[in-house]
């Protein structure tokens, strides 16, 4: 088989596992055939899965949910609540939590209203070592110290989510993404961002599209630098954060190599690992060729 299409087909994998008996997977057997074993936690965490949509509403937000409580029950790394309530934000109610999942939210700054209090709770909560994990929209939207908070915000997605995209591992030794793919590039059928007010300085890009790619580069963005990133981590105070473009297409949430990065990406919110996260220069391997 070929790398690409094996690359493709990697995330329906878990099918055959049904196929035996003539049986469809829901999405929730996908999800729990692909999730990765990890070691022990420390503890058991708790977080919030938030995915109240103030703009766009994605048809993945469901699975998303899943996703989570899957992740929860088969790592043990933590317990999860699923809520759209507000009153989860105010100061006292945060606390409860060690982490909080936006899950493909929308234009939230039309929730966390001004003068509400919420904003400046969500900011303190981080800046005073809460975790955030951002999947996809979750960076659609926002006030400045939120989009300062996850490194960026939407603007466009000229990689549709019918696409295929190559995507580039551009930091292979570490400990989020190192087992992805065995560290190497991919690609992925998924609705991919261009971001505004991104500044590479300020976090540490783990992957990222790979501007060498003909396919990629017909749908070429309008950042002169060609700097198109599409994970990465960051801390923010003494808060820790890690944002994931992907999530658009259903089943990335049952693709195993996505996970892999997902559930790391968890680990090193909630604290149970310690990973670098000072900004990196953007690989030449990576950068358009004269």
Known sequence: ???????????????????????????RELVEAAMPKVEAPKKKHRILCFSKAYGFKHKSIGIGETMLQVMGEKTGLFEVTVSSDLANFEPEAIKKFDAICFNNNTKIQNGFKEGSGLRESLINYVKNGGGIFAIHSATDGGWPEYVDMMGGDFKSHPWNAGGTWDIANEDPTHPIVKEVHEGKGF????????????????????????????????????????????????????????????????????????????????????????????????????????
Do not use: C
């Open 1 to 27: 088989m070929k790398k690409s299409l094996l690359f493709a087909v990697l995330p329906l994998f878990a099918v055959g596992l049904f196929a035996a008996n003539d049986q469809k997977p829901s999405e």
């Open 187 to 290: 690609k992925l059928r998924d609705e991919l961002y261009l971001y505004k007010d991104f500044d590479r300085s300020k976090q540490r890009v783990l992957l990222a599209l790979d501007m060498n790619s003909e396919v990629n580069a017909k749908k070429k963005g309008d950042r002169e630098d060609n700097d198109y990133a599409l994970a990465w981590v960051k801390k923010y105070g003494e808060g820790r954060v890690f944002v994931s473009a992907f999530g658009h297409n259903n089943e990335v949430f049952y693709d195993p190599e996505i996970l892999k990065m997902w559930v790391e990406g968890f680990r090193y919110v909630l604290g149970e690992i310690e990973v670098e996260t000072m900004s990196i220069p953007k690989p030449d391997f990576n950068l358009p060729e004269d």
